[in-house]
């Protein structure tokens, strides 16, 4: 799937929709920011590279679990024969353990869905004003398992194609990225439908989305020089929208039939129930119809934002 869409304009809305519940997206992400920088070993991650923070994020996790066994080595090296040594090298090596698991626990059990409840957020701002409380989304879904077990399979399987070296891991991380965002929209959604969904979404978008995540790092370097007081108060809520924004625009623009979602009774968005039907988003009556947002009297339309009288038409920006 090849789907045209323009960097400025996501940032210009991302923008808008950061402005108009501008403390609520301020605290998201800084929640999002603590969880990411606690998956990815430190947020100086962030700031050296925010194009490959996710797949730090998600890889960085298993190694944790991975290089255990050699910390513990490292560990019982340097124990000597004395008690004393012995009794430091055990109790080192317990504390080591109990990190770990506690690192492991708030990722999976916590971190992963704070992740998507925070991708929900940003996804209701497009069109409403939530509160913070949709950070907890997931954890009130009714299909808290569900959410535990397709993001652990996505920090696996990124983790798997890491070790061929960094790039697949990058490479997959990117097509990837859609399945918290789909997973905030449709809990219950089943592993192989949320990753089949994420990788035709980001068929052809990976290199221009990695572009997207290049051109943030001016802001990023500011950020950084501020000792993050930018990155809180202004770039990360902007990064975090603009990513939601193409989420956005990727996803009303997926084919699909029937009378909701993917398939014929799927998950509500592209058939003739969900958002491409008369009674819904997209649909003629919907975002996309006559009188809404992408019809010929909305965004895309002739009195729109981005039709000929609107916003990117002859006579907009």
Same mark, same amino acid.
């Given at each position: 799937?090849?789907t045209?869409w323009?960097?400025?304009?996501?940032k210009? @809305?991302?923008? /808008? &929709?950061?402005?108009k519940?501008?403390? &609520? &997206?301020?605290?998201? #992400?800084?929640? =999002?920011?603590?969880?990411?920088?606690t998956?990815?070993?430190?947020a #100086?991650?962030?700031?050296?590279s925010? &194009?490959t923070r996710d797949?730090?994020?998600q890889s960085?996790t298993f190694q944790?679990g991975?290089?255990l066994g050699?910390r513990i +080595?490292?560990v019982w $090296?340097q124990v000597? @024969?004395?008690?004393w040594?012995?009794?430091v090298?055990?109790l080192?090596t317990?504390?080591l353990?109990?990190f770990?698991?506690?690192?492991?626990f708030?990722?999976?059990?916590?971190g992963?869905?704070?992740?998507?409840g925070?991708?929900?957020? !940003?996804?209701e701002?497009?069109? +409403?004003?939530?509160?913070v409380?949709s950070?907890? #989304?997931a954890f009130? #879904?009714?299909?808290?398992?569900?959410v535990?077990?397709?993001?652990?399979f996505?920090?696996?399987f990124v983790?798997?194609w890491s070790?061929?070296?960094?790039?697949?891991?990058i490479?997959?991380?990117?097509e990837?990225?859609m399945?918290p965002?789909?997973?905030?929209?449709?809990p219950?959604m089943?592993r192989?439908?949320?990753? /089949?969904r994420?990788?035709e979404?980001?068929?052809g978008?990976?290199? *221009?989305t990695?572009?997207l *995540?290049l051109?943030f790092?001016p802001w990023?370097? =500011? +950020?950084?020089?501020?000792?993050?007081?930018v990155?809180?108060f !202004?770039?990360?809520?902007y990064?975090?929208a603009?990513r939601s924004? =193409?989420? /956005?625009?990727?996803s009303? @623009?997926?084919?699909?039939?029937?009378?909701s979602g993917?398939?014929?009774?799927?998950?509500?968005?592209y058939?003739t129930g969900g958002y $491409?039907?008369? /009674?819904?988003g997209y649909g %003629?009556?919907g975002y $996309?119809g006559p009188?809404n947002? !992408? $019809? %010929?009297?909305g965004?895309d339309?002739?009195?729109g934002?981005y039709? %000929?009288?609107?916003?990117?038409?002859?006579?907009?920006?």
């Amino acid at each position: 799937m090849t789907t045209n869409w323009v960097r400025s304009d996501l940032k210009w @809305r991302a923008k /808008d &929709a950061v402005r108009k519940n501008y403390w &609520a &997206a301020v605290i998201v #992400s800084l929640i =999002l920011a603590i969880v990411v920088a606690t998956g990815s070993g430190g947020a #100086s991650n962030e700031a050296a590279s925010h &194009a490959t923070r996710d797949y730090q994020y998600q890889s960085q996790t298993f190694q944790y679990g991975a290089s255990l066994g050699g910390r513990i +080595s490292d560990v019982w $090296g340097q124990v000597t @024969r004395s008690p004393w040594g012995f009794a430091v090298a055990v109790l080192g090596t317990g504390m080591l353990i109990i990190f770990v698991f506690l690192a492991l626990f708030f990722h999976y059990f916590i971190g992963n869905l704070l992740e998507v409840g925070a991708r929900r957020f !940003y996804i209701e701002n497009l069109y +409403s004003r939530p509160g913070v409380g949709s950070i907890l #989304s997931a954890f009130r #879904s009714g299909y808290y398992w569900n959410v535990v077990k397709v993001m652990f399979f996505r920090d696996l399987f990124v983790f798997l194609w890491s070790l061929l070296f960094v790039i697949p891991g990058i490479v997959k991380s990117y097509e990837y990225r859609m399945i918290p965002y789909l997973l905030a929209e449709y809990p219950d959604m089943s592993r192989q439908e949320a990753f /089949d969904r994420s990788k035709e979404m980001m068929s052809g978008q990976k290199w *221009d989305t990695f572009v997207l *995540d290049l051109s943030f790092i001016p802001w990023l370097f =500011l +950020s950084a020089v501020t000792f993050r007081i930018v990155g809180v108060f !202004y770039v990360n809520p902007y990064i975090d929208a603009t990513r939601s924004e =193409l989420y /956005d625009v990727l996803s009303r @623009r997926m084919q699909g039939g029937g009378n909701s979602g993917y398939g014929s009774d799927g998950y509500g968005g592209y058939g003739t129930g969900g958002y $491409g039907s008369q /009674d819904s988003g997209y649909g %003629p009556g919907g975002y $996309g119809g006559p009188n809404n947002g !992408y $019809g %010929p009297n909305g965004y895309d339309g002739q009195n729109g934002s981005y039709g %000929p009288n609107g916003g990117n038409g002859p006579e907009g920006y």
